[in-house]
């Protein structure tokens, strides 16, 4: 049986009670809100904080709000409450829609919105017991001096396997964040850096504290489409989050699409615009952005699936989503 190292637990009111202890313990402390990916991960042996900083007490950690301009939706948000709420059906129904696909809904009654965003990257070669760690050598993310993955020891390529983040990148999204230095914002689509121990731009001291989403114009349209060896509980093997412009039926203005479970952090394809701009959306134009994302994407070998089947399921993946996203007339 896996046993939680000792450690204890805190329950500060405020975010500047929160944000005081965990740079009064500095590195062995932690964040928790849902726990959903932190205890396992305690359990392995993977972190062994001796304070856990519970952030649930915080006023307002929990609210979604909408206003004309915004929707505002606290960090601590379970996903199951997102999955279900009229406004962010209404609103941001790929965000529903993500949130709906993680995990099962046990876990989706308990993690939550923050903790998703942050969520730890996870590698084959890290997601293990002390003992099966231990046997390999241990790895560049913990404890070892080598990446199994690329064989080089230079750079951890652990996979960002998050739902969430990537449909709030296309849909411009921002996380605000609180530390010792004061309060930050950072946009979605700039928060995620290629370092697989640590793939954010939050730094350990700080938390999130809610994410704001501008309110869509009546022409925005989105889509989430999701790749896992079972329907629930499973990580993904790839997601595709995608969002556009569409003033007319048969026109797209704009068109955003993001890929994650690859590496390290989400990727945003690229050149799109070149494409949609000029054409008239139809199965072609479909066809063409797919083959587009099959040349910009390139899975690694951190997951047990075989990477060129993965690969190969990025532009099946990327269909679903356009055909979703804004059907043919």
């Known amino acids: 049986m896996l046993r939680l190292p000792p450690f204890r637990y805190h329950r500060p009111e405020t975010g500047a009670e929160a944000v005081a202890l965990l740079a009064e313990y500095g590195a062995d402390a932690r964040p928790i809100a849902g726990g959903t990916d932190l205890i396992p991960n305690m359990k ?11 952030l649930n007490r915080i006023h307002g950690f929990t609210d ?10 606290g960090a601590g948000a379970t996903l199951a409450a997102l999955s279900r709420h009229p406004e962010i059906l209404r609103h941001l129904p790929s965000l529903a829609d993500a949130a709906g696909h993680v995990a099962g809904p046990q876990l989706r009654a308990r993690a939550t919105l923050g903790g998703n965003v942050c969520l730890d990257t996870r590698c084959t070669y890290y997601n293990q017991t002390q003992f099966w760690r231990e046997a390999l050598g241990f790895c560049l993310k913990k ?26 990148a296309t849909l411009d999204a921002v996380i605000d964040l609180t530390g010792p230095d004061g309060d930050r914002t950072i946009p979605v689509a700039d928060f995620f850096v290629a370092d697989g121990i640590w793939n954010s731009r939050r730094e350990p001291n700080e938390i999130v504290t809610r994410v704001r989403v501008p309110r869509p114009a009546p022409s925005h349209r989105m889509a989430y489409t999701k790749l896992r060896q079972r329907k629930s509980i499973d990580f993904p093997l790839v997601t595709v989050a995608a969002w556009a412009d569409a003033p007319e039926p048969d026109r797209v203005a704009g068109l955003k699409i993001m890929v994650t479970a690859l590496g390290s952090r989400p990727k945003m394809l690229t050149g799109l ?49 356009l055909r979703a996203l804004v059907p043919i007339t």
């Not at 392995?44 to 519970?54: D, K, R, T, V, Y």
């Open 44 to 54: 392995h042996g993977l972190f062994e904080p001796a304070h856990l900083i519970g």
């Open 64 to 73: 979604i709000q909408v206003s004309d301009t915004e929707i505002s939706i």
């Open 143 to 168: 404890d070892g001096d080598t990446c199994h993955v690329t064989r080089v020891g230079k750079k951890c390529v652990a996979a960002h396997s998050a739902d969430t983040p990537p449909v709030l």
């Open 273 to 321: 615009d070149d494409l949609v701009t000029e054409s008239i959306w139809n199965e072609d134009l479909i066809e063409a952005i797919s083959e587009r994302a099959f040349k910009q994407c390139h899975p690694l070998e951190n997951i047990i699936v075989d990477t060129e089947w993965r690969r190969a399921m990025v532009p099946v993946y990327v269909k679903r989503a």
